[in-house]
């Protein structure tokens, strides 16, 4: 099994649709969670981060944490055509500050 | 806040040469950053950890002679590959973490360098 699980995608919305990006992972004692969007020949970008269970709010996205089901998502609400691109989920663990990246989910939003 | 720069962004040389890529914490300072490559249509790969005034510890599989990493300062971190071949061929991104941010983490990204080996 994978450290970080994500459905490559791609996962294809209209625009000013809700986007809803999913990721797993295995270890029970990662404490710090992120989302990077990566567009084409660029690097990562940092989204959102959340530490805590629950929903955490920054302007069109939200990211949400359920660590009992080892379950972290990504809303991206009023999508839009330039939030095209690879979402990919990081998770760090208590033993060490090295970041545990998924393989990333392709998002298209279509006009 | 939080800037990473990185330089060259791309570079092209020939086989048996070094190229030496320089990343730099603009606006904070860095114990810790960390040196990944990325494949096309693949995902991050970490090469290494690098520490300020330590050795950088590699990943698995990843060759310390050949990726020569120094971290001499809280805001410079290079990554030499040395004796490069076509197969080197990659996108070599870095990334700090903020000694500010406490146990929070988060890494920022650089924006990559491009290597051509011909």
């Known amino acids: 099994q994978k450290e970080v699980e994500q459905n490559s995608g791609p996962l294809s919305v209209p625009e000013g649709a809700i986007a809803s990006l999913n990721c797993t992972y295995s270890?029970?004692?990662?404490?710090?969670f992120f989302w990077y969007r990566q567009y084409s020949g660029k690097s990562p970008e940092l989204i959102m981060s959340?530490?805590?269970?629950g929903d955490k709010e920054d302007g069109r996205f939200t990211a949400q944490l359920n660590k009992a089901s080892q379950y972290v998502s990504l809303l991206i609400r009023d999508s839009q055509p330039s939030d095209s691109a690879t979402y990919l989920c990081?998770?760090?663990?208590?033993?060490?500050?090295?970041?545990?990246f998924g393989t990333g989910t392709r998002l298209q939003v279509f006009p | 806040g939080a800037v990473v720069s990185q330089h060259p962004s791309w570079v092209i040389c020939k086989s048996g040469t070094s190229v030496k890529i320089e990343c730099r914490s603009l606006d904070f300072q860095a114990t810790t950053m960390f040196w990944y490559r990325q494949f096309p249509k693949q995902s991050l790969m970490l090469m290494a950890t690098s520490n300020e005034g330590s050795k950088a510890t590699y990943e698995q599989g990843v060759e310390k002679d050949k990726f020569l990493i120094n971290h001499a300062s809280l805001t410079l971190s290079t990554l030499t590959v040395t004796s490069a071949h076509p197969e080197d061929s990659s996108f070599y991104i870095c990334?700090?973490?903020?000694?500010?941010?406490?146990?929070?983490?988060?890494?920022?990204f650089g924006p990559g360098t491009r290597l051509t080996v011909l």
């Open positions: 990081a998770v760090t663990t208590r033993n060490t500050d090295k970041l545990i």
């Open positions: 990334s700090a973490d903020n000694d500010r941010e406490g146990v929070t983490d988060t890494q920022y």
């Open positions: 959340i530490y805590s269970n």
């Open positions: 270890d029970r004692v990662s404490q710090s």
